[in-house]
C-alpha cells in the first residue's frame, strides 16, 4: 500500500519560510517523479513544483519560481517543498504526489500523479 504523509505547513508572517516535507511508504519511490500542487480555498488544484527521479530535473510555476524549491532525498523516501519569501497567495492546503511512472524528467499534469497526501495547510499571515 501507497501512503505519502506530509508535515511541516502551519502558520507563518509575509516574507517568511517553511519547509515542507512529505515522506512516502511505497515499494517504488527513487524511480519515480514527484511533484507538490497546492489547492486554495475556491479554486482549483495548482501545480506548484516537480523533479525527476535523480532530482536532476526540476519544474516550478511561474508564481513560485525563484522563491520555492523542490528538492528530494531517495535514501529516505522523503520529498521537500523549501518555501521562501513567502506570500499571503501562497495561503493553501499543499499535497505532495507520486508519479509511478518511471519516465525521465518531470510531471507537472495532475492527471500523471495516481498517488497523494493528504495534505498540509499553509496560511500566510500579512
Known amino acids: 500500500q501507497v501512503q505519502l504523509v506530509e508535515s511541516g505547513g502551519g502558520f507563518v508572517q509575509v516574507g517568511g519560510s517553511l519547509r515542507l516535507s512529505c515522506v512516502v511508504s511505497?515499494?517504488?519511490?527513487?524511480?519515480?517523479?514527484m511533484g507538490w500542487f497546492r489547492q486554495s480555498s475556491g479554486k482549483d488544484l495548482e501545480f506548484v513544483a516537480a523533479?525527476?527521479?535523480?532530482?536532476?530535473?526540476?519544474d516550478y510555476a511561474d508564481s513560485v519560481k525563484g522563491r520555492f524549491t523542490i528538492s528530494r532525498d531517495n535514501a529516505r523516501k522523503t520529498l521537500f517543498l523549501q518555501m521562501s519569501s513567502l506570500k499571503p497567495d501562497d495561503t493553501a492546503v499543499y499535497y505532495c504526489?507520486?508519479?509511478?511512472?518511471?519516465?525521465?524528467?518531470?510531471?507537472?499534469?495532475?492527471?500523471?500523479?495516481?498517488?497523494w497526501g493528504q495534505g498540509t495547510q499553509v496560511i500566510v499571515s500579512s
Open positions: 511505497a515499494r517504488t519511490f527513487s524511480t519515480n517523479p
Open positions: 523533479i525527476s527521479w535523480n532530482g536532476r530535473d526540476t
Open positions: 504526489a507520486l508519479d509511478v511512472s518511471q519516465k525521465h524528467g518531470t510531471s507537472v499534469f495532475r492527471e500523471e500523479y495516481m498517488y
